[in-house]
């Protein structure tokens, strides 16, 4: 008898064989003991996603809440906040909200929405000691990922899209449906209404042809399916080989950053050492000290200016003024070494 059909839940029967499988094995991998959160929009997504987690949280012994970001873009985001709070205590789990303010700063609605609601999680899950957050995205997700990332020219690293398991602000993201298709979920969530009553959210902007998501899947879904029904698949197993390739050039420029002469703060290297490894392995391990720095990757064009300018200098940085600005540092030449200075102490 499948694990899916332990009745320990009212809900047993909207569990899906498939999606259950793999959040245990994500389950699995995690440290004994180790407290386990949910991001719930209460959209038919994270609200399966919760569905399952409580089921194996309970089988497993395992601690489990789930947080809910209210952003406020919406009139009935009071209504989703407390759909959200039913959900948990149907599931009977813990529930913890909060309420953001999102600065589009330049952004975008996307972007600044995505980031205001990702460090309201990282406060949520610190706050209540979790640290390991399930996220919803699945094999649809990934692959309209992975066709946006293409479209704006993302390069080839760019395409392994988002990972099982992501480490940002003290916090690990898991995300084990990246290989589930949309379908499953929508299945088992029509299943859980029928048994519960509950039913899921809908936000208008998934389909808001004015962003990015919206208008790929309102106007170029359709025709995708189609002509190509297993598009999906197709661009998920093109991200899972991306990831392979990304896995391998953030390990050998890992190995060329020991050889740069770091100091121990990561703040700077050797710009003679840098300029000794081969062309194509220069920008990799300036992608990697910028990770290790917590600083965002710059753009293509950006990134090509600066591999311009660091090559162009004169070894010991006399002969021009270098001074890169970005996310509020400048990258300096200075006596033979490249530095990550705080504006403060450039200006």
């Known amino acids: 008898m499948g694990a899916s ?8 029967a909207a569990l899906d064989p498939s999606l259950l499988r793999a959040l245990d094995a994500a389950l699995a991998a995690l440290p004994a003991g180790a407290a386990v959160g949910v991001a719930l929009s209460a959209g038919a997504d994270s609200a399966v996603l919760a569905l399952h ?3 194996a949280a309970r089988r497993l012994g395992r601690s489990l809440q ?10 009935e985001a009071d209504g989703w906040l407390t759909r959200a709070h039913r959900l948990a205590g149907l599931l009977g789990v813990g529930c913890h909200s909060r309420r953001v303010i999102v600065d589009v700063d330049g952004r ?9 609601r990702y460090a309201a999680l990282t406060e949520l899950a610190a706050h209540a000691g979790v640290g390991y957050l399930l996220l919803a995205h699945h094999q649809d997700d990934q692959a309209e990922t992975v066709l946006l990332r293409l ?18 602000g003290g916090l690990v993201w898991l995300r084990p449906w ?3 298709p949309r379908s499953s979920i929508l299945d088992s969530a029509r299943r859980f209404e029928t048994l519960s009553g509950w039913q899921p959210v809908c936000d208008p902007s998934n389909a808001d042809e004015r962003y990015a998501r919206g208008a790929l899947r309102t106007g170029l879904t359709p025709v995708l399916d189609a002509r190509w029904p297993a598009w999906r698949r197709t661009l998920a197993r093109h991200a899972a080989q991306a990831r392979d390739l990304s896995d391998w050039v953030d390990e050998t420029a890992q190995a060329d950053w020991a050889g740069l002469d770091p100091d121990p703060d990561d703040q700077a290297f050797s710009l003679a050492a840098w300029r000794a490894l081969p062309l194509s392995r ?7 000290w ?8 710059p753009t293509e064009a950006r990134l090509h200016a600066w591999l311009r300018q660091l090559r162009g200098v004169h070894a010991l940085g006399h002969d021009r003024d270098v001074r890169l600005g970005h996310e509020g540092v400048w990258i300096v030449v200075r006596r033979g070494r490249v530095l990550c200075l705080s504006k403060t102490q450039v200006e």
């Open 108 to 116: 975008g609605m996307e972007a600044a929405a995505r980031d205001a």
């Open 66 to 75: 789930c947080f809910h970001i209210h952003h406020g873009l919406q009139a």
């Open 5 to 12: 059909r332990t009745p320990d839940s009212p809900w047993s």
């Open 151 to 168: 479209l704006r020219g993302t390069g080839p690293l760019g395409l392994a899209a988002m990972r099982p398991a992501t480490a940002r």
């Open 53 to 55: 987690a409580a089921h």
């Open 178 to 180: 990246l290989d589930q």
């Open 282 to 288: 220069q920008a990799p391990v300036l992608r990697h």
């Open 290 to 297: 910028l990770r290790a720095l917590g600083l965002r990757m």
